[in-house]
């Protein structure tokens, strides 16, 4: 019923706003079907017992946390042994995404990001997006970061403008973009060189997590790979790096179709 793992050093300091302390208020926040990215707990009796199963009728994360994590998250208020991270902002779907590209004249283009869970690199993803044009971001509900005060920060006001889309399976999401005429390109080593690459149409680059990079079953559901020369004694770079040099080539790629 709940995972047995520790949560991170820093999550606390990163989402303190974005915390609900207390079996009541956590118990009402799941009741009314507020956006609830994941509940710490470190106690599994009374009334403990609800909530996890509540939560895992929503399919929300439930990790096994020390009392003294939770008085540390809650600054030494009144925790009762649980806590929810809550949503900091709204969660788009897949139609806000072809909307706005719709709306802009231009075949959609998405950035998908498998597990990606540093939320610095999560709001400088976003920033990119919207300088670059892309029309939206899809994220994983489960092992990634989600819309956090940090991101916004990071993001400098682009958490605003680009649809952020919260999926629980990343592989269906790529099915549906696919039977909506996307290709989907991972961004993975041993692929094509990406400026050699056709980026044009509906595409979808997938981008991994930073250290594990792309998953091997979403790796496999892609249509090709696009790779990025390396000469360095540094064989990767950042996935906001990774990401932001990407989304420049499409954007080049599209700008010089359109003048020809």
């Given at each position: 019923m ?10 606390g300091?990163?989402r303190?706003d974005?915390?609900i ?5 956590v ?5 009314s ?5 994941k509940?710490?707990?470190?106690s ?5 017992i609800?909530?996890?199963?509540m939560?895992?009728e929503?399919k929300i ?20 042994g649980?806590?929810a ?40 993803i976003?920033r ?6 892309a ?16 991101v ?25 973009l ?7 390109a ?12 056709d980026?044009t ?16 079953l ?16 540094i ?6 790096n ?19």
């Amino acid at each position: 019923m709940v995972k047995k793992n520790q949560p991170r050093h820093g999550h606390g300091e990163e989402r303190h706003d974005n915390v609900i302390f207390g079996r009541n208020p956590v118990t009402e926040a799941l009741k009314s079907g507020r956006e609830i990215e994941k509940i710490l707990m470190s106690s599994s009796e009374g009334s403990a017992i609800k909530i996890a199963a509540m939560a895992k009728e929503r399919k929300i994360p439930v990790i096994k946390a020390d009392k003294t994590a939770l008085d540390r998250l809650s600054g030494g208020g009144a925790h009762q042994g649980v806590a929810a991270y809550i949503s900091a902002y709204e969660y788009k779907t897949i139609e806000d995404i072809l909307a706005k590209a719709e709306q802009a004249g231009e075949e959609p283009f998405v950035i998908i990001l498998d597990n990606l869970e540093d939320p610095h690199n999560l709001g400088a993803i976003m920033r990119t997006a919207e300088c670059a044009g892309a029309h939206g971001v899809i994220i994983p509900k489960r092992n990634a970061c989600g819309l956090t005060e940090t991101v916004a920060k990071t993001s400098a006001g682009a958490i605003e403008y680009v649809p952020c889309v919260r999926v629980t399976n990343i592989v269906r999401t790529m099915e549906e973009l696919k039977k909506l005429g996307f290709w989907i390109a991972a961004c993975d080593m041993g692929g094509q060189d990406y400026y050699r690459a056709d980026l044009t149409g509906k595409l979808a680059v997938v981008i991994g997590s930073e250290g594990d990079g792309i998953s091997k079953l979403v790796k496999e559901n892609c249509d090709f790979t696009v790779s990025m020369p390396m000469v360095g004694k540094i064989t990767s770079l950042n996935a906001s790096n990774a990401a932001a040099v990407l989304m420049y080539e499409v954007r080049k790629q599209r700008d010089g179709k359109r003048q020809l």
